[in-house]
């Protein structure tokens, strides 16, 4: 237009889009981060008590790999995305 707003409308506009494109490349590789994450503790957990009773370790010894579990993922999550 003649007194300029049209392009900056526009610039705002595609800056807009841009952001939200970025915005969205992130949400998959974090939608499969939480899937994973939360797929391997309903597999994981479960079996640690009979894993644990096989090894003759105290039961009070679950909390320690369960902590240790979660440092792990969260270690993981941080460097894997």
């Known amino acids: 237009t003649k007194n300029g707003y049209g392009s900056a409308n526009k610039t705002k506009k595609e800056q807009t889009e841009k952001t939200s494109s970025s915005h969205k490349s992130w949400l998959l590789p974090f939608y499969f981060n939480v899937?994973?994450?939360c797929?391997?503790?309903?597999?994981?957990?479960p079996?640690?008590?009979?894993?644990?009773?096989?090894m003759k370790a105290p039961l009070s010894f679950l909390s320690y790999v369960?902590?240790?579990?979660?440092v792990g993922?969260?270690?993981?999550?941080?460097?894997?995305g």
């Open 73 to 80: 993922e969260m270690i993981g999550s941080l460097l894997f």
């Open 66 to 70: 369960v902590s240790a579990y979660a």
């Open 47 to 54: 079996s640690l008590s009979p894993y644990l009773h096989r």
């Open 35 to 37: 899937f994973f994450a």
């Open 39 to 45: 797929a391997s503790f309903s597999i994981v957990m």
